[in-house]
């Protein structure tokens, strides 16, 4: 005997009395960041506990007061997101604590390092480099705070785009008019410098630059993929709808040539580039893009000493070893010390690398923590990106996409730059690690940076407000009216 069908009705799901339930809220994700922040103090203060003792033998307070200092900055950074960024992304904030926190310990190792050398020279002890971290790492997360209160939401920034980024290229010009004695750095006119201040502007106008790119580029979408000529299988667009992009471009990477700042050259054409391609969706703009590179750096190779120097030292480092090349040479001696697992925290000579705590302390990673250490701080910086593109993904307007992706891009592609540089895959730039090379600059751009995303991954991340629910008219106040009855 045959079990009989059920009918429509009887599978229906039918309503519970008093309606369905509503849906599970979404997961703010604020506890796992307290505790993934937590964990990174943690891996922090074992790291300074291994530096304090391979250098010193024994414990100081130095390694209490790093650890206070760092565990409360950061707790207060979590505070922040909770209060101002309820539904942020929960790892961003986790993963550049701990790159923070491990830029801190080498900064602090390298000190000690420099103590030590001092003492045999019979010289006074210099002044602490990562007791100005924390201050910076200080004025970096007030910065942040500040970001996230006022910018309630990122399409805001659209609408005073053209503003944004004349005030990008006003910071990039004002290294190249001042006397060089108040802007240049090793051979770079680059930044700003008084009594006891200096500051680096291409740093903020970098993140300027790319907000007016978003917003501009959001607003001629349109016009790049249906206007325009075929010319050789790429689709090239009309000028006057590229030109003020064009212009600005122009002149952000003309100053920083003239500027001998060719690691901001270089980020800032490969960012703008990919934001096109994003906005595009067309790969003509990377062929074009490609072939506009190679042409300028090779018109650049004739043009620049600076920039003939710097490819003949990333050739053959060694032919120069004891001028121009000695850095970079003595940076891949580092690393072939270092080898798979490091020499470990501590126990190696990173401080024979010149700049050591800026440009070159991915050197002082693969030297101490190896070939391991390395990848692991690299796949730190790649969660981070990924995490930024997976913002860009979610959020629902074009404006937050492409602001996200560029931002993302930029940490990655100036993490290219610099391990690119240091192992000697490309010339050097002069650009820093971000969150982890000493730097007031570099470390309060990236907060920036930092809380923009933060900001756009909570409008990603927030669930839709419920709909509103519409009162029953009371009968009393119900309409009424005549119904005739047709035959």
């Not at 212009?247 to 490969?270: M, P």
């Not at 120069?320 to 970079?328: R, V």
Request: glycine share 8%; aromatic share 10%; hydrophobic share 55%.
């Amino acid at each position: 005997m045959s079990t009989p069908e059920p009918s429509a009705e009887d599978t229906a799901f039918h309503s519970p009395p008093g309606g369905f339930a509503p849906p599970p809220q979404t997961k703010s994700g604020r506890t796992a960041e307290l505790w993934l922040t937590l964990f990174a103090i943690a891996v922090v203060f074992a790291a300074l506990v291994i530096v304090e003792v391979a250098m010193e033998q024994h414990l100081t307070w130095d390694l209490a007061k790093y650890a206070a200092a760092y565990t409360v900055l950061m707790v207060l950074a979590h505070l922040v997101i909770r209060r101002f960024a309820p539904y942020a992304d929960p790892i961003m904030l986790p993963i550049v604590a701990l790159l923070n926190g491990l830029g801190l310990v080498l900064i602090h190792r390298l000190d000690l390092a420099d103590e030590e050398t001092q003492a045999f020279l019979g010289h006074p002890a210099p002044s602490s480099d990562a007791n100005q971290q924390i201050i910076w790492t200080l004025i970096g997360l007030v910065c942040f705070a500040v970001v996230l209160y006022f910018l309630r939401d990122h399409r805001v920034l659209s609408s005073y785009s053209y503003t944004l980024g004349l005030a990008g290229l006003v910071l990039l010009i004002i290294p190249a008019l001042l006397p060089a004695r108040f802007s240049q750095v090793n051979g770079g006119r680059n930044w700003i410098r008084f009594a006891g201040f200096s500051i680096q502007p291409g740093e903020f106008a970098k993140i300027l630059i790319i907000v007016f790119a978003a917003a501009f580029l959001v607003s001629k979408k349109d016009l790049f993929t249906t206007a325009g000529k075929h010319v050789f299988g790429l689709d090239v667009p009309r000028a006057r709808d590229l030109a003020p992009l064009l212009v600005a471009v122009v002149l952000a990477i003309g100053i920083a040539v003239l500027n001998k700042d060719l690691g901001f050259a270089l980020l800032i054409f490969g960012t703008i580039l990919v934001m096109i391609y994003i906005a595009t969706d067309r790969a003509s703009w990377l062929f074009i893009g490609i072939g506009l590179f190679l042409l300028a750096a090779t018109a650049a190779y004739f043009m620049f000493d600076h920039f003939q120097q710097r490819v003949e030292v990333w050739l053959d480092p060694f032919a120069t070893y004891n001028t121009s090349g000695y850095q970079i040479s003595q940076a891949l001696f580092g690393f072939a010390t270092g080898g798979l697992a490091g020499t470990g925290l501590g126990s190696g000579q990173p401080n024979t690398v010149p700049f050591a705590k800026t440009d070159f302390i991915m050197a002082t990673v693969g030297e101490e923590l190896g070939l391991i250490g390395m990848a692991a701080v690299l796949m730190l910086f790649a969660i981070l990106v990924i995490r930024g593109l997976r913002t860009a993904l979610a959020v629902r307007d074009s404006f937050g996409k492409l602001l996200a992706a560029g931002l993302a891009f930029t940490l990655a592609f100036q993490l290219f730059v610099v391990v690119g540089g240091v192992t000697k895959l490309i010339p050097l730039t002069g650009l820093t690690t971000p969150f982890m090379s000493y730097g007031g600059s570099s470390l309060l751009a990236n907060y920036i940076l930092l809380a923009v995303l933060v900001r756009v991954s909570d409008e990603a991340r927030r669930p839709p407000a419920p709909p509103a629910r519409r009162n029953p008219t009371p009968i009393g106040d119900a309409p009424t009216e005549m119904v005739r009855r047709v035959e």
